[in-house]
């Protein structure tokens, strides 16, 4: 009787338990990758909510799943890039991203990015090129810009630098939401993370 009453009470309370963990705010960004519908930022700053994601392929293959989060949902690029605010890209890898296939695009995502201000902003890119590693399967890596405090790189929730400057945060957010006539970048992934 005694063991019964003990089973049935352990099933009770793992049943409670499996509905809390479904009913966590989550989207499945595909297969094998859940992404937060919210990023909580440190030190009591408030939350981040999910503005889009969108799927980084090449030669057909998935690399990462990447994710935009606001304080408030934006299709507009122009605003999100240019804004003073919170917010944060991150980046879930569905493959290896050898680092030296990831340095070149970074380094050429920033041409690109920085724009005229390139040279203005060498030595903050040259800090961040240095950051990068290799990436690995279900690796997370983020970039949240906090006003006042610059852009936090982390990789697997490790800050690896704190780049200070807006500027910086444009030029780095820009590789993925920039909409130029001369540069699309990479459209699907770009219209993803807007939510378009």
Do not use: H
């Amino acid at each position: 009787m005694f063991k019964k009453n003990w089973a049935a009470k352990v099933l009770a309370i793992a049943s409670v338990m499996c509905m809390f963990v479904i009913s966590i705010p989550a989207v499945q960004a595909s297969d094998d990758v859940v992404i937060p519908e919210k990023i909580t930022l440190d030190g009591g700053k408030g939350e981040l909510v999910l503005n889009g994601t969108g799927t980084r392929k090449k030669f057909g293959f998935k690399v990462y799943e990447g994710a935009l989060y606001l304080q408030a949902k934006s299709t507009d690029s122009k605003k999100i890039i240019e804004a003073d605010e919170p917010m944060a890209i991150t980046m879930t890898w569905k493959r290896q991203g050898p680092l030296d296939k990831t340095t070149d695009v970074y380094s050429d995502g920033f041409k690109y990015g920085a724009g005229p201000n390139y040279d203005a902003q060498k030595a903050n890119i040259d800090t961040f090129i240095k950051t990068l590693v290799k990436a690995e399967k279900q690796d997370i890596w983020k970039y949240i810009y906090i006003p006042g405090e610059g852009t936090s790189i982390q990789y697997n929730d490790k800050v690896a630098a704190t780049i200070a400057g807006l500027d910086f945060k444009k030029a780095l957010f820009s590789i993925w939401l920039l909409e130029d006539a001369t540069f699309t970048g990479d459209e699907v992934l770009r219209k993803g993370m807007l939510g378009k």
